[in-house]
């Protein structure tokens, strides 16, 4: 089992920058691809962004790239999502989710999700 927390979500005005944090705890001992999710209401859930398990590979939706950074600290079993020049259509909730076997099949391959966190960007 491995249990994923995020934390970071909150109000920001469009243009500002947040970063989200999810601590991974259970089976950490072994690392995994990891990757951040969002659902806006009313729509459905979306990828954002994914990292390896070294954290040398980092893929982003397009709607991100450039705006959106990935990473991680394996040593604190952490995954991070630093986001700037947000915009009111970042508005959504945020999760994070591993994927044991790598993110072959996309959302598809998610073993474990988070609970999420809110982010709202004002206009």
């Known amino acids: 089992q491995v249990q994923l927390v995020e934390s970071g979500g909150g109000l920001v005005q469009a243009g500002g920058s947040l970063r989200l944090s999810c601590a991974a705890s259970?089976?950490?001992?072994?690392?995994?691809?990891m990757g951040w999710f969002r659902q806006a209401p009313g729509l459905e859930r979306e990828f954002v962004a994914r990292?390896?398990?070294?954290?040398?590979?980092?893929y982003y939706a397009d709607s991100v790239k450039g705006r959106f950074t990935i990473s991680r600290d394996n040593a604190k079993n952490t995954v991070y999502l630093q986001m700037n020049s947000l915009k009111p259509e970042d508005t959504a909730v945020y999760y994070c989710?591993?994927?044991?076997?790598?993110w072959g099949r996309g959302e598809a391959a998610a073993d474990y999700w988070g609970r999420g966190t809110q982010v709202t960007v004002s206009s």
């Open positions: 990292i390896s398990s070294s954290g040398d590979s980092t």
């Open positions: 259970g089976r950490t001992y072994i690392t995994y691809p």
């Open positions: 989710a591993t994927a044991l076997k790598g």
